[in-house]
C-alpha cells in the first residue's frame, strides 16, 4: 500500500511545488538534519508533524512548499570517514546492520562520500518512505558549490550591514578539528552540550625555588580567608615555564595553559606528595599557609591545585575535619595537630541567615561529616548562592570591608591581576568531546570573527518582529524577547579540518555550523533552478543574490554580470516574491537559544521587512528510556526497521497523537503497535459501512451530516493553532464513535454513510496518507485523495440545534446506565422531565448578556415577570448558579456553548430507543407538567442540558 500510493504520487508530481499568483500560499521547513550518521526514530516525529501540517494546508486550498536539505558542515562526515577508515567496529556494525553494501563501504572513507551517501538514505530511506509531500527538485545539502555561493553571499550582506566583528576570543577546540560550537545540539560535539565556559583567576602561591604554586578559583574575593593549600599527593605536577615565572600545575592544565597563553613549557616534574607539610605564600594577604593532601583535585579540573577557604567552603572545612580524624594519613605527610588548628577557619563575609562561618554552621546543621557525603553539593550551593548575592565583605578583608561580594570580587580580582598575583584562564564546567572524539579544550584565537548579534538596531527590530509571529508553544513566544536580548556576539567562522563554506573576507577560514543555516530557507527556492541545469553555480554573484532576493539592479546588468539569462533570473525573483516569507520553522527544542534566535536575526539584518519569517514551532523529543536518543551514539532503533515492522501510517499516527509536541515521549514498541491496532480497526469498519445494507433515510441523517460540520468546525481550529493531537484524536478516535452512534441510533442510509465517509477519509489524509488513499479508492473515488480540497464547516443554526438535541440523548444514556449499575434496579418504567420553560429562559437571558460577570438581581427580576407562581421560590438560588456559572464562560463563546434545543421534541424523538436499549416503558415530560410521573419529587432538579430522570 505504502509503496503503490508513494509511487503514484510521485509519478503525478503532487509534490512538486509551483507558484500561482493570487493563490494562498504555505512555505514550511523542518531543521535539517546534520549529516553525521543513520537517522532514528526520534527525527522522525518534527519530520511526520511538519508533513502532516503541510498536506492539510495543501487540502485547504494553498499551494506549498516544503523542501528537505541536510546540514554536512562541520566534522561529522570526516569524523565517521575516520571510523570507516580505521574499521571501527561498532561504526561498520551500525553501517552493515542498515543495509549498506560492502562495495560502498570503501568510498565511505572519503567525508564527501559520507554526505552523498547518507543524503540517499534520508531521501529515499526516510523522508519518501514516510510518504512526505516534499518537492525533491529543490534538494540541497551545505557543502553544494550553489549553497556555499549562498552562504558567501550572506555574510558579505552581514559585512555591509556592519554586523561582523573582530577580535581575541577563548573558544572551545578539538586539537584537530579546531573550534567547535558547543550547544544542546551538539553539533559538532559526541558529549558535553550542557558545558559552559568557566572564567577563573588564577591565583600565584610563592613557593620554593621561586616557583609558583597556581589555584583556579571561581572566587577570587575570597583570598582573605585562605587557610592552607590541597595537593594530591597521587599526582604528578610539572613545572611549567609561563613567560618569566614557573608555574606548579597538573599536567593536563599546563596542556590547557599552552592553548591560552603565548609561551609555556614545561622544564620539570614532581609527585604531588613530596608538596606535603610545606608552605607557600598566599597573594595579597602575603600569609604563609600550610600545603595539605586532598584526593579531591583533580588534575583535569582547573589546574589541578586547590586553595582552601573553610569559613565559606563546606568542601574545605569537611576536607579539614577528615584530616584532623585520620591520624595515620597525617603521619603518613607530616601533618601536625598544630598545623590543622593552624588553619582554623577566618571569617570574611558576613551572610545573612548564617553566623561567621557559614561552611561550618550549614555542614553541623544537616549533619554532614565526610566528604563522600552527597549533601555536600547543595550544602555548597546554599552558602555560595546566599554569601554571593547577599553577603558584605568584613573586617578581615582590608580595603574591601564593608563591600557587597558582588562588587568586591571584581575589585579584588582586579588588584591582584594589577600587581601580578593573578592571571585568567578559561576552561569547562565538564568533558566535552568533539565528533573525531579528541577532547575538547579552551583555546584562544587571536583574531576571531564574529557576528554582532548584540547590535541595538538589530536586536530591537527582531524582538518587534518576533511579538508578530506566531510562535509555538506560547511559552516559547513569551521568553524569546528574553533569548534575543540576552545574545551576544557569536563566533561566526572557524580554522581547521571542516565542511562548509569558505569566508569570503578570508579564505582561511570555514563559515561555521550555525552561521550558514539561518537564512539557507532562501535557498530552497533557487536551488532548484541548479538543479534543474538553468544556472550554474559560478554564476551566482552578489549580483545575482541581490537582484533575486534583494531587488537591486536591472536585469540586463545582473546579465552581463553573471551570465545568467534575463527570463531565469526574473523567473527565480518572482518565486522568490511568492513563496517568501517562510510561515513556519520546525526545530527541536535544542534550537530555542541557538538557532531560532539567529534564523530570525539573520532575516532581519539582511531581507526586506515583508520577507522576514512568520512563525516558529519546537518539538520536543522522542525518548529511549536513558533521554534523549542520538544518532551519532549509536542508540536508535532503524526507521526503515521500525516502518517495515509497524507501518509507516501507524508510525506517523503515533508521532502526531501519542502527546503533545510539546513534551518529551518515551519510545515505546508497544505504543506504536497500539496505533497500528487503531488502524487496522478503523479499516475493518470502514469495510463494515461499505458492505452494510441500505436501510433507507432516517431522522439520524441530519444528525450524522450535522456532526460531520461539527467535527470539521474543531479540526480547523485545531490546525489553526498546529494542534496536530487534538485534530488525530478527533479524526482517529472520535469520529469511529459518531459512525457508531448513527449505527445504534438506527441510522443505516448508504447514502449518508458514503456523504460522511467522504469527509472522514481525507480528514485521514494529512497523517495516516497511505491508508486514506486506500480507502478512498474502496469507496469508489478517484485518486487522490491527498489533493481533495477540504470543504469549509457549514454549521447552521439548525444543524447546531441537531447535534446538540442528539448529545443531550447520549449524555441521558449514561446517565440513566449509571443509575441501574448503582441501583442495581432492574427498571420496569423510566420517567425522563426536561427543566420547565422559565428556566431555559433564564439561560438564555444570561447568555445574551455581553456583560463579563452576569449581574444576578437582573436575571431574578426577569425571570420573575414570565415564571409560574410555584417556580418563584426556585428562581434564586437557580439564577446565583446560572449567573456564576455563564459568568465562567467567555462572552464571545457563550451563544456556542449554550445552543437553546428543544428537549422536550428531541426525547420524545428518542422514546423507543431509550426503550429499545432498557427494556421498558419510557416517559417523557416538562418538569412543570402537572401529568408527570414524579413520587420522588425529581422534577425540581431539572435544568437545562441536564433532565431529571425517575427510574421505577
Not at 633 to 639: H, L, R, S, T, Y
Amino acid at each position: 500500500m505504502e509503496g503503490k500510493w508513494q509511487k503514484a504520487w510521485y509519478d503525478a508530481r503532487i509534490n512538486e511545488s509551483e507558484p500561482a499568483p493570487g493563490t494562498k500560499k504555505f512555505f514550511m521547513i523542518f531543521a535539517y538534519p546534520g549529516v553525521t550518521g543513520y537517522l532514528h526514530v526520534g527525527h522522525m516525529r518534527g519530520y511526520t508533524v511538519s508533513d502532516a501540517i503541510v498536506r492539510h494546508k495543501m487540502m485547504t486550498g494553498h499551494r506549498v512548499l516544503f523542501p528537505v536539505g541536510t546540514h554536512a558542515t562541520g566534522n561529522g562526515a570526516i569524523s565517521f570517514a575516520r571510523k570507516v577508515e580505521r574499521g571501527d567496529p561498532a561504526t561498520m556494525d551500525i553501517l552493515r546492520s542498515n543495509g549498506c553494501p560492502d562495495e560502498t563501504l570503501d568510498r565511505l572513507t572519503d567525508p564527501v562520500e559520507v554526505v552523498r551517501f547518507f543524503n540517499e538514505v534520508y531521501v529515499n530511506d526516510y523522508w519518501k518512505r514516510f510518504g512526505f509531500m516534499s518537492d525533491w527538485r529543490r534538494f540541497t545539502s551545505t557543502i553544494y558549490p550553489d549553497y556555499t555561493k549562498f552562504i558567501e553571499w550572506q555574510m558579505l550582506k552581514l559585512q555591509a550591514e556592519g554586523l561582523l566583528t573582530q577580535k581575541p576570543y577563548y573558544a572551545p577546540a578539538c586539537v584537530e578539528h579546531g573550534p567547535v560550537a558547543i550547544d544542546a545540539s551538539e553539533t559538532d560535539i559526541s558529549r558535553g552540550g550542557d558545558a559552559e565556559m568557566l572564567e577563573y583567576t588564577i591565583l600565584k602561591f610563592d613557593f620554593e625555588d621561586g616557583r609558583k604554586l597556581v589555584a583556579a578559583t571561581l572566587r577570587p574575593e575570597t583570598v582573605f580567608g585562605l587557610t592552607n593549600f590541597w595537593v594530591n599527593p597521587e599526582v604528578e605536577y610539572v613545572d611549567a615555564r609561563v613567560g618569566d615565572e614557573t608555574w606548579v600545575v597538573s599536567r593536563p592544565a599546563a596542556e590547557k595553559l599552552s592553548l591560552q597563553m603565548d609561551s609555556v613549557e614545561i622544564v620539570g616534574s614532581a609527585d604531588g606528595a613530596s608538596f606535603m607539610g610545606k608552605r607557600c605564600t598566599a597573594p595579597l594577604t602575603g600569609r604563609a599557609i600550610p600545603i595539605f593532601p586532598s584526593l579531591l583535585c583533580d588534575p583535569d579540573i582547573g589546574t589541578g591545585l586547590v586553595m582552601s577557604v573553610p569559613s565559606d567552603a563546606p568542601v574545605d572545612w569537611i576536607g579539614l575535619v577528615e584530616l584532623r580524624r585520620d591520624v595515620e594519613e597525617r603521619k603518613k605527610y607530616g601533618i601536625t595537630e598544630a598545623m590543622i588548628a593552624e588553619a582554623s577557619p577566618i571569617a570574611i563575609i558576613d551572610t545573612p541567615g548564617y553566623g561567621p562561618l557559614p561552611a561550618v554552621e550549614v555542614t553541623e546543621r544537616i549533619g554532614i561529616d565526610s566528604l563522600d557525603d552527597e549533601r555536600l553539593d547543595e550544602a555548597t550551593k546554599e552558602v555560595y548562592k546566599t554569601g554571593f548575592h547577599k553577603g558584605v565583605m568584613n573586617s578581615s578583608c582590608g580595603e574591601f570591608a564593608g563591600w557587597q561580594v558582588e562588587q568586591a570580587k571584581d575589585a579584588v580580582r582586579g588588584q591582584m591581576l594589577d600587581r601580578g598575583h593573578a592571571s585568567m584562564f578559561y576552561d569547562l564546567s565538564e568533558v566535552v568531546l568533539c565528533r573525531c572524539g579528541n577532547r575538547v579544550l579552551v583555546k584562544k584565537i587571536p583574531d576571531q570573527w564574529f557576528i554582532d548579534y548584540s547590535n541595538p538596531a538589530l536586536k530591537k527590530r527582531s524582538k518587534e518582529h518576533a511579538l508578530t509571529m506566531r510562535i509555538f508553544p506560547k511559552e516559547y513566544y513569551d521568553n524569546i524577547q528574553n533569548v534575543l536580548e540576552w545574545y551576544r556576539e557569536r563566533a561566526c567562522v572557524r580554522l581547521g579540518n571542516w565542511l562548509g563554506t569558505r569566508f569570503p573576507i578570508d579564505r582561511r577560514w570555514i563559515v561555521e555550523a550555525i552561521a550558514d543555516s539561518t537564512l539557507y530557507p532562501i535557498h530552497y527556492v533557487t536551488s532548484r533552478f541548479v538543479n534543474e541545469g538553468k544556472v550554474a553555480a559560478e554564476n551566482m554573484t552578489e549580483e545575482f543574490f541581490d537582484y533575486v532576493l534583494l531587488g537591486r539592479g536591472t536585469p540586463a546588468d545582473v546579465e552581463r554580470a553573471t551570465g545568467v539569462g534575463q527570463s531565469v533570473l526574473d523567473a527565480i525573483r518572482s518565486e522568490f516574491d511568492y513563496w517568501y516569507p517562510l510561515d513556519v520553522n520546525l526545530g527541536g527544542k535544542e534550537h530555542m537559544t541557538v538557532h531560532f534566535p539567529v534564523f530570525l536575526m539573520n532575516h532581519v539584518a539582511i531581507l526586506r521587512p515583508q520577507h522576514w519569517p512568520r512563525g516558529i514551532i519546537v518539538n520536543w523529543y522522542i525518548t529511549s528510556t536513558g533521554g534523549k536518543i542520538s544518532k551519532s551514539k549509536g542508540g536508535a532503533q532503524p526507521i526503515p526497521d521500525a516502518a517495515e515492522r509497524f507501518g509507516v501510517d501507524a508510525m506517523r499516527l503515533f508521532y502526531a497523537h501519542i502527546a503533545s509536541l510539546y513534551v518529551d515521549v518515551a519510545w515505546e514498541d508497544g505504543k506504536v503497535e497500539s496505533y497500528s491496532d487503531r488502524l487496522e480497526r478503523i479499516w475493518s469498519f470502514i469495510g463494515d459501512l461499505v458492505s452494510a445494507e441500505d436501510s433507507g433515510p432516517t431522522d439520524m441523517d441530519a444528525w450524522l451530516a450535522a456532526r460531520m460540520q461539527s467535527r470539521l468546525a474543531d479540526l480547523e481550529g485545531y490546525m489553526e493553532a498546529y494542534d496536530l493531537r487534538s485534530y488525530a484524536n478527533d479524526v482517529f478516535f472520535e469520529m469511529a464513535q459518531d459512525f457508531k452512534w448513527y449505527l445504534k441510533r438506527g441510522g443505516g442510509s448508504a447514502e449518508a454513510i458514503l456523504g460522511a465517509l467522504r469527509l472522514w477519509i481525507p480528514l485521514m489524509a494529512p497523517v495516516t496518507p497511505h491508508m486514506a488513499e486506500e480507502l478512498w479508492e474502496r469507496i469508489g473515488m478517484n485518486p487522490f485523495v491527498s489533493t481533495v480540497l477540504l470543504p469549509k464547516a457549514e454549521l447552521s443554526e439548525a444543524a447546531t440545534v441537531e447535534e446538540k438535541g442528539e448529545r443531550l440523548v447520549a449524555a441521558l444514556m449514561e446517565d440513566i446506565s449509571e443509575i441501574l449499575k448503582v441501583t442495581s434496579i432492574r427498571p420496569s418504567k423510566i420517567v425522563l422531565m426536561v427543566a420547565p420553560r422559565w428556566k431555559h429562559d433564564m439561560v438564555g437571558s444570561a447568555v445574551a448578556s455581553t456583560d463579563k460577570n452576569i449581574d444576578i438581581g437582573q436575571l431574578i427580576k426577569e425571570t420573575m415577570k414570565s415564571a409560574p407562581q410555584e417556580a418563584r421560590r426556585e428562581i434564586p438560588a437557580f439564577a446565583k448558579e446560572i449567573a456564576m456559572e455563564v459568568s465562567r464562560t467567555p462572552v464571545d463563546e457563550r451563544r456556542k456553548a449554550y445552543v437553546a434545543v428543544d428537549e422536550l421534541e428531541a426525547l420524545g424523538r428518542a422514546k423507543r430507543f431509550f426503550s429499545d436499549q432498557f427494556g421498558c416503558e419510557v416517559h417523557v415530560f416538562s418538569a412543570d407538567d402537572p401529568a408527570r410521573v414524579d413520587p420522588k419529587g425529581r422534577a425540581r432538579h431539572a435544568r437545562p442540558g441536564r433532565p431529571a430522570v425517575y427510574v421505577e
